[in-house]
């Protein structure tokens, strides 16, 4: 069974950081690619960043968090990340990582606020 763990999640000023971890189990986790998704209160759940499962580490982002977010994983762990920077309000959101198929985990609120 395919589980997913969002973590770190929280409250922070505009212009601040956090980082969230996604705890996969239930499946070879080294040999798929991973995602992180949002959704903000009243919106469609949207693409933020991707990462193959490949040893070059491919990645992908969403144009509204490039050169803030860092999209990494941990084949060790079994742990992805998201490295999130320079947050701003609209960022404010439930962050979901995605696995295999359509996998989700229940999400991590981030809010961002003065």
């Known amino acids: 069974q395919v589980q997913l763990v969002e973590s770190g999640g929280g409250l922070v000023q505009p212009g601040g950081s956090l980082r969230l971890s996604c705890a996969a189990s239930?499946?070879?986790?080294?040999?798929?690619?991973m995602s992180w998704y949002r959704q903000a209160p009243g919106k469609e759940r949207e693409f933020v960043a991707y990462?193959?499962?490949?040893?070059?580490?491919?990645?992908n982002y969403a144009d509204s968090v490039k050169s803030r977010f860092t999209i990494s994983k941990d084949n060790i762990k079994n742990t992805m990340f998201l490295q999130m920077d320079s947050l701003r309000p609209d960022d404010t959101a439930v962050y979901y990582c995605?696995?295999?198929?359509?996998?989700w985990g229940q999400g991590t609120q981030v809010t961002v606020s003065s």
């Open positions: 990462i193959t499962s490949g040893s070059g580490g491919g990645r």
């Open positions: 995605r696995g295999p198929g359509r996998n």
């Open positions: 239930g499946f070879t986790f080294s040999s798929y690619a």
